[in-house]
C-alpha cells in the first residue's frame, strides 16, 4: 500500500506534465517567447493548482521528491524521443511559420500564428527594421521568437539565408 502511494504520484505527475504540455501547445507559442505579468500569475496558478493532482495527500518530503524526480525522468525522455524522432518534435513543439517573405507579409500564416499586425511591427521594428517592406524574411520559432533578417543583415553575419529557403514553399 505505501509503494501504491509513489506509483499513483509517478503517474499522477506524468499525467499532469503531459497536460500541460498539450495546453500550452494549443494556446499558441508566441506567448512562450516573452511573458507578461498575466503569463507569469497564471504560471503560478497552474503549478499551484496542479500540485494537489500530482501527490494527493501526500504533502511529505518524499511525495514532493518523487513528484520532482518523475517530472524530471518524464521530460529528460520525453526530449530524448523528440531528439531521435523529429515527427515527435513537430507534433509537440511544431514547425517554425514564415511570417514575411521579400517584404510581403503572409496573412495566411499571420492568422495561424494568431498575430496581429501591430504585434509584427513591433517585432521588425526591434530588430531594427522600419517597415515590413524592408524585411526579407521573418519566421516564428518553434520556441516563439522571431527572427527577421533583412538587407543589413548580411553586414551583421556570416550566416546566409539560404538555410531558410525551405520555409517559402513550406509554409505558403
Given at each position: ?40 500569475v497564471f504560471i503560478l ?46 507534433l509537440i513543439q511544431g ?13 495566411k500564416n499571420l492568422k ?61
Open positions: 500500500m505505501f509503494a501504491n502511494e509513489y506509483i499513483n504520484i509517478i503517474i499522477s505527475s506524468s499525467a499532469v506534465y503531459f497536460f500541460i504540455i498539450f495546453a500550452i501547445r494549443i494556446s499558441g507559442r508566441k506567448e512562450l517567447a516573452q511573458l507578461s505579468v498575466i503569463d507569469l496558478l497552474i503549478s499551484n493548482a496542479v500540485q494537489n493532482a500530482m501527490v494527493g495527500q501526500n504533502t511529505s518530503l518524499v511525495g514532493g521528491l518523487v513528484a520532482a524526480a518523475t517530472l524530471f525522468v518524464v521530460n529528460f525522455i520525453l526530449k530524448q524521443l523528440m531528439y531521435r524522432f523529429s515527427k515527435l518534435s513537430n514547425q517554425e511559420i514564415m511570417l514575411i517573405y521579400n517584404g510581403v507579409l503572409n496573412e495561424r500564428a494568431r498575430m496581429s499586425i501591430n504585434e509584427i511591427q513591433e517585432a521588425v521594428r526591434e530588430h531594427g527594421v522600419s517597415e515590413i517592406k524592408d524585411v526579407d524574411l521573418a519566421v516564428l520559432e518553434v520556441d516563439g521568437n522571431i527572427s527577421i533578417l533583412s538587407d543589413n543583415y548580411k553586414d551583421k553575419s556570416v550566416k546566409r539565408r539560404k538555410s531558410y529557403k525551405h520555409l517559402e514553399h513550406s509554409n505558403n
